[in-house]
């Protein structure tokens, strides 16, 4: 039995590998086992990892590429930690990780969910960026549908019994792909985890070209699927199903237009969808927009 199991999922990213691993061996604490499944890597990861002479380390070579999700699910099942940390190939933790977690946990038992800020470095650019995790807020499952998803990764510690439990686990559907771990948080959330947000910075968050989130617009269309699904077959704190859908899908079309005019200079795009959806939604969609920069300055300004 371990205090900490580590579940790493990887593909075809073996140099990033490398590094995420140093980060895992040089903890200060060790109390840890550490899982690593290797999901159908063809660029010597498989060779690598056969190589590795660690105790605590479990390795699982699959034959195919099914995507993180499996993968993480083969973690979980496999693990004997009481606590699950999750951690992406292309990540890493500073060397304290451990230890500001563990810390955290004793000092506020009767949460089931740990959550730390992360530093976002992009690869190319060297750009920084301090990701912000939470806030925790009273019905949090309602909040994590209204107001979309406030949890990293492999920011993110959960309590293994409550996993088990439950039968909480990532889904491996393909129209959730790259969203998988906010449908988990739903589910953790659904559920009645209690969720705690560490303030310290503890990893870093790397972007480069082979992120599976790069594809926005993908990303943003298994975002609207994901939600599609809990809106309409989860979700029961809304009985007029097609009102809470309209707020949701006023809030994608928000972030779709900001994504068009700042992110993909695809400006026109951005200018039509806008007044399609005001012809469209009219009051409701005004009333979203000022909902949305609302919350997103009251968070900008809870954290100064």
Same mark, same amino acid.
């Given at each position: 039995?371990?205090?900490?199991?580590?579940i790493?999922?990887?593909y075809?990213?073996?140099?990033?590998l490398?590094?995420?691993?140093?980060?895992?061996?040089?903890?200060d604490?060790?109390?840890?086992e550490?899982?690593?499944?290797?999901d159908?890597?063809t660029?010597g990861?498989?060779?690598?990892?056969?190589?590795?002479?660690?105790?605590n380390v479990s390795v699982y070579?699959?034959?195919?590429n099914?995507?993180?999700?499996?993968?993480?699910n083969?973690?979980?099942?496999?693990?004997?930690?009481?606590?699950?940390?999750?951690l992406?190939?292309?990540?890493?933790w500073i060397?304290?990780?451990?230890k500001?977690?563990?810390?955290?946990?004793?000092?506020?038992?009767?949460?089931d969910?740990y959550?730390?800020?992360q530093?976002?470095?992009?690869?190319?650019?060297?750009k920084?960026?301090?990701?912000y995790?939470g806030?925790?807020?009273?019905?949090f499952?309602?909040n994590?549908?209204l107001?979309g998803?406030?949890?990293?990764?492999s920011?993110?510690?959960?309590?293994?019994?409550?996993?088990?439990?439950?039968?909480?686990?990532?889904r491996t559907?393909?129209?959730?792909?790259?969203?998988?771990?906010?449908? %988990?948080? /739903?589910?953790?959330?659904? @559920?009645?985890?209690?969720f #705690?947000f560490? !303030?310290d910075?503890?990893? $870093?968050?790397? &972007?480069?070209?082979n992120?599976?989130?790069?594809?926005i617009?993908k990303h943003?269309?298994?975002?609207?699927?994901?939600?599609?699904?809990?809106?309409?077959?989860?979700?029961?704190f809304?009985?007029?199903?097609?009102?809470?859908?309209?707020?949701i899908?006023?809030?994608?079309?928000?972030?779709?237009?900001?994504?068009?005019?700042?992110?993909?200079?695809?400006f026109k795009?951005?200018?039509l969808l806008f007044?399609?959806?005001?012809?469209? %939604?009219? /009051?409701l969609?005004?009333? @979203?927009?000022?909902h949305? #920069?609302?919350? !997103?300055?009251?968070n900008? $300004?809870?954290? &100064?």
């Amino acid at each position: 039995m371990f205090y900490f199991s580590i579940i790493i999922p990887t593909y075809n990213d073996l140099i990033n590998l490398k590094k995420c691993l140093r980060s895992v061996y040089r903890q200060d604490f060790l109390d840890y086992e550490l899982i690593i499944v290797n999901d159908g890597s063809t660029d010597g990861t498989y060779e690598f990892l056969n190589s590795l002479n660690k105790e605590n380390v479990s390795v699982y070579n699959l034959k195919e590429n099914n995507g993180p999700a499996h993968a993480r699910n083969i973690g979980i099942k496999n693990s004997r930690g009481a606590w699950v940390c999750f951690l992406d190939s292309d990540d890493f933790w500073i060397k304290s990780k451990l230890k500001i977690t563990l810390k955290n946990i004793k000092l506020n038992e009767n949460y089931d969910v740990y959550c730390h800020n992360q530093i976002r470095k992009e690869k190319l650019t060297r750009k920084i960026k301090k990701l912000y995790t939470g806030p925790y807020k009273t019905k949090f499952y309602n909040n994590l549908i209204l107001e979309g998803n406030c949890l990293i990764t492999s920011a993110t510690v959960v309590r293994n019994e409550f996993l088990i439990k439950n039968s909480v686990f990532f889904r491996t559907d393909k129209k959730y792909y790259s969203v998988e771990d906010y449908d %988990f948080w /739903l589910n953790l959330a659904f @559920n009645d985890a209690k969720f #705690f947000f560490i !303030k310290d910075f503890l990893g $870093f968050y790397y &972007i480069h070209k082979n992120n599976i989130t790069t594809n926005i617009m993908k990303h943003k269309k298994n975002y609207l699927s994901l939600l599609y699904n809990h809106v309409f077959k989860i979700q029961k704190f809304e009985l007029n199903k097609f009102k809470l859908w309209k707020k949701i899908y006023c809030k994608y079309l928000i972030e779709i237009i900001i994504i068009n005019l700042f992110y993909i200079d695809n400006f026109k795009k951005g200018v039509l969808l806008f007044f399609c959806a005001l012809k469209k %939604f009219k /009051l409701l969609f005004i009333l @979203n927009i000022f909902h949305y #920069f609302i919350v !997103k300055f009251k968070n900008l $300004f809870n954290r &100064i």
